[in-house]
């Protein structure tokens, strides 16, 4: 069973991220920690668990700089076998197609009999880029999944929707999104991060991949990044809960109106 | 008549979901200008009382697939069918409400049509004739404002809660057109065996207009009861924080924040939650937010337009009781 897991570098979630005003749709990387897409993690957490549990290869896979080689080495502590960054630096910033483009190509290298990926990445926040190359590849996805069984070349995964969940059977290869809850993933061991390090990244660039920037042109561009706008202070009551909850309720009720 | 804005018609028990009501108004308002009109497209079941919804609130045409293969939403399938339609109605735009279904067959339809996408959009507009639309990004720490390739047509989910649903308008029904389609070959792969829900009467977090959430603070999975009745009374939701996801309190369903939803709701009340960033992200685009908290320093006082400092045990069954007298 050979998984290929895409994954993106992300800044952490307690991260203040800042627009980067010298270059539009960016922001200030200094000072930023980043992570593993947290999404991203438990894809590689159960590409882990069935390669331990089915034998063969775990790749994982990434667009990005050069620091986004941090990320897939965490990856690999965690128990991938290789990894892949596919640069995409000289091209204008990507978008969903552009990053999918990139990936199908490069999966699509070697044999494999699954796709995970997280179901989105906590940065731009669009959830796309697996069913992208799902569709590259003409291959089935599953979105937003919460439990994943394999046996005899098919997946049944529970998905999650608004308010329940449905169960989808789908023939393998396939790509399959992974959302919380489908497993803990687990933190790299010492030996695995001293593995990590010595371990060589394959690096791979659009023209060797045989896609010309002219296929990579966004249709997606942003124009503006900025904070939302400051909500106004607010009243504070204090003091016994019988006079703030009536306050309260009184002040929803006749100036939010909003009960 | 210069071309259509198509909405995807998202149903449950044989209604259109308040995000496609909110999608069709949203439709509406940009057709005008280009001088178009506002098209649905229902998959899955021929359904009058639908089509009659969707008229009213504006819709002009309504392109119908029917079959067995389409009666659970399974994007793979509902994209087969989308293409079908598109081929037939060659729409400007398309939109759908950003739900999960609709975020999930959005993205394979724009990889099929190799559309421009934008998810959980909060604003939507024409400038040159190019669809720009306001995200937010980074759970909502930071906003976006997109410009999109217009050709092919772009396609747009909408974040519930933030455009108003229509109001009804009597006037003829929608036009009725049928539109066959056949699998494709990724669809023929993939089947939903089961679709079943479990919240019961409960909106979902995600598109109820009131949530009241809790967070470490409620102390344990047994108190969340408090928030449920209080959620069940003002037809709200009820939302967790990541620590009360993560304790096991609560099923991640239910979890707002980066990792969780991105809301906006009319009416938000935090109780016993502290306002990590993480969280903050997540709700603060609400229309009013309460913060309930026994410590006066705690973070989501910064957002919050009323905060009770006090004991929610205390506060929120006094809160449920004064609601109830007034109704």
Redesign the interface.
Known sequence: MNVVVLVKQV?D?????R?DNSAP?R?VESGIKFIVN??DEFAVEEAIRLKEAKGGRVVVMTVGPPRSEEALRTCLAMGADDAVRLDPSGLPDL???GY?QLLAKAVSLDPFDLILCGKQA???????VG??V???L???????V?KLEITNGKA?CRK????????????LP?VVTA???LNEPRYPALRGLMLAKKKEIKVLTPSSLGLAADALRP??????????PA??K??????E??V???E??R???EE?K?? | MSGQVLVWAETKDGAPRRATLEAVGAACKVAAPLGASVAAALIGEANDRAIQRLGEVGVKQVYRVTGPEFTHVEPCHYTDALQAICTHSSPRLILMGATALGKDLSARLAARLRAALATDCIALALADKHVVVTRPVFAGKLRARVALSSSPAPIVTLRPNVFPVPESQTGGAPEVVDVSCALSEPSRKVAVLETSYTTGEMPDVSEAEIVVSGGRGMKGPENFALLAELARLLGGAVGASRSAVDAGWMDHQHQVGQTGKTISPNLYIACGISGATQHLAGMSSSKCIVAINKDPEANIFKVADYGVVGDLFKVVPLVTAEIKKLK
Do not use: N, S
């Open positions: 800044p979630t307690e991260a203040t991220v627009p749709g922001i947290p999404y978008d969903t197609f999918a906590i940065d731009d926040d669009i959830g796309a069913t992208f799902a569709e590259l003409g291959l089935p996805h599953v979105a937003v919460t049944v999650e929707i608004d308010g329940g969940t449905q169960k989808v059977e789908v023939q396939a959302q919380k809850g249709v997606y561009q942003v124009e503006q990044l900025e904070a939302p909500r106004g607010g009243k504070i009551l204090q003091g809960p019988e703030t909850a009536v309260l309720v002040l929803l009720r939010a909003v009960i």
